[in-house]
């Protein structure tokens, strides 16, 4: 005979984990958690191959149903010592569906069925509360009128309304017992009117009809899109699941508490919740009575831990506390119920935890031996390292919200608004904690985006100037909150109907990107052994190299001490912006006279020789990637009249002069102009100065540390192999010259950055003279989507809540569109010379999703901001994990 029954708990356990497909997702998961030893309230599933025959014999149950329904019942009534339907103790239940997946626009769940007139009175006695027993009831009447007889639920709201409009009750919890009992007989009325037919007061109508209801759901409309949308066969049916209601507040020998087996906000091992004497789980919810600490170690005076409470249920918590980690191999966040001394467990999961928990756990747990230490490098989310390294608001502050821009660089930063990088610095300098605000930045305002705690920009994207020098600095930023209105001229910003002025003080959450008033505490980052561990175990699975994008020597440090194996870009344009460096480079672009020109360029070799080689000491012969300058010329142009009036007296010409040279560099589409080796090759003395000034200096450090070095050089922006062949050719003149000068001769790679359509499809053509690529995908991303870097802020957040983009691309690599070019300058690159070294150093190469493209294209390495070096580390372990996983399944 078929078994259309399973039962669940109490010692029988018909069920497994793995017969989803026959008992539903909810039902395999009772069967699991009972047949590992866990106490859970007993009861049974009904098969998901009862509701295919229901359908296929024209809305019949099977024959032997009912007799299978009515022996699982009465397992449940010895087991619990109650009846169905009886008057002094009768048992009710609950009737859930269960597909095999999870399905909205099915009946969901039906509770405390089994009450009637009768039973009702049972319950308030054997609880000692009608009021609760009542209130029951009218739930129980309430939850069946509308999903199992079709009653709309807004009319019992409306019949509740009225009731407490009339006898001037607030809330529900002001109702008597004896006002409930009235509203039960308006509800019975209600149903009554509206079904055609009376409320069911036989329990076993009752169920039969709850399991009608989850049957007939199957098939109802909404179940059917939802099914049609995620191809899921009709045929699968659901399971129905019936199961014995547990009650914590029937005396103080009852308790209902919420848990977790290990502290989800440290992650120490310890059990860790609350916990309250004879009360329901809502109790515990809603905050009216104050809950209790489970362990006596974490209880303060007064309290009354549920440990010395109640010993016996709290030593078969503990029981299970090791069962359910033994079992699910990870923290579990568990509901239990005691009822009369007996513990049962209503749900276990997996406990959602903060990043430093989530750490903590994963390396405990693998030396534990409960997990392996790969399953610990996939438990931590790489991203949430970010939480690890960056101070963070405190959860428990108060704040309001001014308004909201983009996460552009992680971490929390209070301070005091101020408009300009100079007055950043000056307040910095006497020691104030300060926030830079600018409608966008520029290199110019890098002194003052240094001296802030935090940047703040009202327009530009995620991978715009203030972000990506942010990040890079490890400063909080929040970029593109177009909600905000700054007005330089009157010191003020403006949301509305707020404004803050110079002075006062406001939070950035660059985690979030939002904007608080005034100044929310933060919580500084502590980075435990934890984290050197899980490093550690992660550098030993990965295979993509990880690098760093810095050109400071602070940041180069900041990237060792992370971890990078290297410098992946250095922007060498970060290098001509300070005030001993900037006059010169003003020079070098506006005069005419081409010995002042050359002065200049020569002025400003012996700054770059020196940058180059604090680089090179510092990163101790790991490899270094410098970038020949890219961004348009004019960002470098004197703006205000005192710098106008400075170069003009420097090359001895007046200001109207000035002005007019520097009208004529001006470009309309700068990010698209006359940047990157088009400026090389227009201008070939600056790159050949910058050439001079790398292999000076890796000569001179070479000398001094004994260690070989091998500078790359990388060339920008390039579209065509000519523009390349032509720049190479005249680099290695350069150094052929200096080399012959210094006597001595020097290893040295020459590659370029992919970051333009033309260049990925044109690549086996470049990479004829490219000893690497590094792609460029923010350039790339741009220059793809035809879609401006710096403009995006103002209108891809819309794209992307609106559902045209899954995500931002400038954040995420475009794997479709972006990465389909990625992948083809791979291919076409290695065609050329398999040996071709591939990395990248757009932001992507900090996100962990993008990294997991980037491993499959099968880069060499990711270049990233030095605070995403540790992320990174991650998730290309992550990624090698992923990539293992799948050619040992394709291979089985
Ligand atoms: C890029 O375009 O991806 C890149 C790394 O260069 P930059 O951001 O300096 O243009
Ligand atoms: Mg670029």
């Known amino acids: 005979m078929t078994k259309w029954v399973y039962s669940f708990g109490d010692g029988l356990n018909e069920g497994r984990a793995d017969m989803r497909n026959l008992l539903g997702g909810k039902g395999a998961n009772l069967a699991e958690m009972a047949s590992i030893g866990l106490p859970v309230p007993p009861g049974f599933t009904i098969t998901t191959e009862v509701c295919s025959a229901f359908y296929e014999n024209g809305r019949k149950y099977p024959d032997a149903l009912e007799a299978q329904v009515t022996e699982a019942l009465h397992r449940v009534e010895q087991s619990m010592g109650l009846r169905f339907g009886d008057a002094e103790a009768p048992l009710l239940v609950s009737v859930r569906s269960g597909a095999r997946v999870s399905m909205p626009g099915m009946m969901d769940t039906v509770l405390n069925l089994g009450l009637n007139d009768e039973t009702v009175e049972g319950l308030a006695r054997s609880s000692g509360d009608a009021r609760f027993a009542w209130d029951s009831y009218r739930r129980f009447i309430q939850m069946y009128g509308s999903v199992v007889m079709g009653v709309p639920h807004h009319h019992f709201e409306d019949v509740l309304e009225q009731f407490k409009r009339a006898h001037g009750a607030e809330d529900d919890t002001a109702i008597t017992a004896d006002q409930w009992r009235t509203i039960v007989t308006d509800y019975r009325h209600l149903i009554s009117t509206h079904a055609g037919t009376d409320f069911p007061t036989d329990p076993h109508d009752q169920l039969w009809g709850a399991i009608g209801a989850v049957f007939g759901s199957w ?28 009650f914590g507040n029937m005396g103080d020998d009852c308790a209902t508490g ?151 660089s992680p971490g929390a930063a209070a301070g005091a608004v101020v408009f300009s990088a100079e007055e950043c610095e000056a307040r910095a300098a006497k020691g104030e904690d300060v926030i830079l605000v600018r409608i966008e930045t520029s ?50 910003l403006s949301v509305g109907a707020h404004t803050v002025a110079q002075g006062e003080w406001i939070t950035l959450d660059g985690g979030t990107g939002a904007v608080y008033l005034g100044r929310v505490p933060t919580i500084p980052p502590t980075l435990s052994d934890d984290f050197n561990t899980l490093m550690g175990w992660a550098d030993a699975v990965r295979r993509l190299g990880v690098r760093a994008n810095a050109e400071t020597p602070e940041d180069a440090r900041t990237a060792r001490r992370f971890g990078a194996e290297g410098i992946g870009l250095a922007r060498t344009e970060h290098m001509f912006f300070g005030p001993d460096r900037i006059g010169f480079v003003r020079q070098m672009i506006i005069a005419d006279a081409e010995d002042v020109r050359q ?101 001179m450090v070479e000398k001094e540390t004994g260690k070989p070095i091998r500078p790359e050089i990388m060339i920008p922006l390039v579209a065509t192999q000519a523009e390349l062949a032509v720049t190479r050719r005249a680099a290695e003149d350069e150094i052929a ?100 070294k591939l990395g990248i150093c757009g932001e992507h190469g900090g996100d962990p999703d993008s990294i997991a493209f980037f491993d499959e294209v099968g880069l060499d390495y990711v270049s990233c901001s030095p605070f995403r070096v540790p992320v990174a580390r991650l998730a290309a372990a992550q990624a090698a994990l992923a990539t293992r996983q799948r050619v040992a399944s394709s291979a089985a």
């Open 219 to 246: 098939m109802n409309p909404r179940a059917n899109t939802y099914r049609k949308l995620h191809e899921i066969p009709a045929s699968w049916g659901t399971a129905v699941n019936v199961q014995s209601m547990v």
């Open 258 to 408: 919420v848990c977790f087996t290990r502290d989800p906000s440290t992650g120490e091992n310890v059990f860790y919740g609350e916990y309250l004497i004879n009360a329901q789980g809502e109790d515990v919810v809603a905050g009216i009575r104050t809950p209790q600490p489970m362990a006596s170690v974490r209880a303060e005076a007064g309290q009354q831990p549920m440990e010395t409470v109640l010993p016996e249920a709290y030593s078969e918590l503990m029981r299970v506390r090791s069962v359910l980690e033994t079992h699910y191999k990870d923290m579990q966040d568990i509901e239990f119920t005691v009822q009369r001394n007996v513990l049962y467990i209503l749900q276990t999961r997996n406990g959602k935890r903060t990043a430093a928990a989530a750490l903590k756990i994963a390396i405990d747990m693998a030396r534990e031996g409960l997990i392996t230490q790969e399953d610990a490098i996939r438990r931590v989310p790489a991203s949430s390292l970010d939480q690890l390294l960056h101070p963070t608001l405190d959860p428990k502050a108060e704040r309001v919200q001014l308004t909201r821009g983009l996460p552009a």
């Open 443 to 492: 290199p110019e305002d890098v002194h003052g985006m240094h001296a802030a705690r935090g940047v703040l920009t009202t327009r530009g994207g995620m991978t715009s100037h203030a972000a990506v020098v942010a990040r890079g600095m490890g400063r909080v930023c929040v970029a593109g909150a177009g909600g905000i209105h700054v007005d330089y001229a009157a010191g003020t």
């Open 599 to 699: 002065k200049a360029i020569a002025a400003l070799l012996p700054f770059q020789r020196e940058d180059f080689a604090s680089l090179f000491r510092i990163m101790a012969g790991l490899p270094v990637t410098v970038r020949l300058l890219d961004p348009p010329l004019h960002e470098f142009l004197p703006h205000a009249e005192a710098e106008i009036a400075e170069v003009a007296q420097g090359l001895g010409k007046t200001a109207e002069e000035v002005r007019a040279r520097c009208a004529a560099l001006a470009e309309t589409n700068p990010m698209l102009g006359h940047r990157g080796c088009r400026l090389g090759l227009t201008s070939p003395e600056i790159y050949a100065m910058q050439v001079r000034a790398l292999i000076q200096a890796a000569v």
């Open 737 to 836: 010259k200096v080399l012959k000068e210094e006597g001595t001769n020097l290893n040295y790679d020459i590659g370029t950055m992919i970051e333009l359509p033309r260049a990925a499809i044109q690549a086996d053509r470049i990479a004829e003279y490219a000893d690497f690529f590094s792609f460029g995908t923010n350039d790339l991303t741009q220059t793809t989507f035809g879609l401006s870097r710096d403009d995006a802020g103002s209108f891809l957040p819309y794209y992307v809540d609106h559902g045209l983009l899954p995500r931002d691309p400038f954040v995420s690599i475009d794997r479709d569109g972006v990465g389909a070019l990625v992948r083809l300058g791979v291919e076409r690159g290695r065609q050329t010379s398999p040996d071709l």
